[in-house]
C-alpha cells in the first residue's frame, strides 16, 4: 500500500502519508479508503489530513475521481456527520487532479475539502492545533 494511515483518536484525525509513491491511482485510492474504514476509530473520525508532498502524478481521469468521490460521498452520507478533509500538496502538475477531486467532494453535505501548501496551514484549516503534527507519524510537517 502506498500510504501510511494512522489515526490519532483523540483529536479525531486521520493522518494519511504518501509513502515514495510517484503516482496515484484509482485502486490505489479505493484500497486506501476500504483499509481506512477497517481501522479502529474510523467511525470516530471527523477530520483527515492526506500528505502528498512528493506525489507527482495524481490523475484519476474524471471517471475516475467520480467513482471515488461517490464512494467517499456515500459513506460520509450513511454516517450523517460532517468531515473536513485537508490535502496537502507542493507539486503544481498534482494540484489540479487534487481540485477536481476536492470539488466533487465538496458536492456532499457531509464533507468539506481544501487544498494547503502546508501541514500547518491544514491543520489551521481543520481547526486542530499545530502542535498535532509532532504526534503524526511519519515525521510530521517537515
Not at 28 to 39: A, I, N, Q
Not at 73 to 99: C, E, T, W, Y
Amino acid at each position: 500500500m502506498p500510504f501510511h494511515q494512522h489515526i490519532l483518536a483523540e483529536h479525531r484525525l486521520l493522518h494519511v502519508r504518501i509513502l515514495g509513491q510517484q503516482r496515484i491511482t484509482l485502486g490505489d485510492m479505493s484500497r486506501g479508503y476500504e483499509e481506512f474504514l477497517s481501522l479502529p476509530g474510523a467511525d470516530d473520525v471527523r477530520f483527515s489530513l492526506h500528505d502528498m508532498r512528493g506525489t507527482e502524478d495524481f490523475s484519476l481521469q474524471t471517471n475516475g475521481s467520480e467513482m471515488m468521490t461517490d464512494m467517499v460521498k456515500a459513506d460520509a452520507a450513511k454516517r450523517q456527520v460532517h468531515r473536513r478533509i485537508a490535502f496537502v500538496a507542493d507539486n503544481p502538475g498534482v494540484l489540479s487532479g487534487i481540485m477536481v477531486y476536492v470539488a466533487m467532494l465538496n458536492e456532499s453535505a457531509y464533507l468539506s475539502s481544501h487544498v494547503l501548501g502546508s501541514v500547518e496551514d491544514a491543520l489551521d484549516w481543520l481547526g486542530l492545533d499545530r502542535a498535532i503534527a509532532a504526534q503524526m507519524t511519519g515525521g510530521g510537517a517537515d
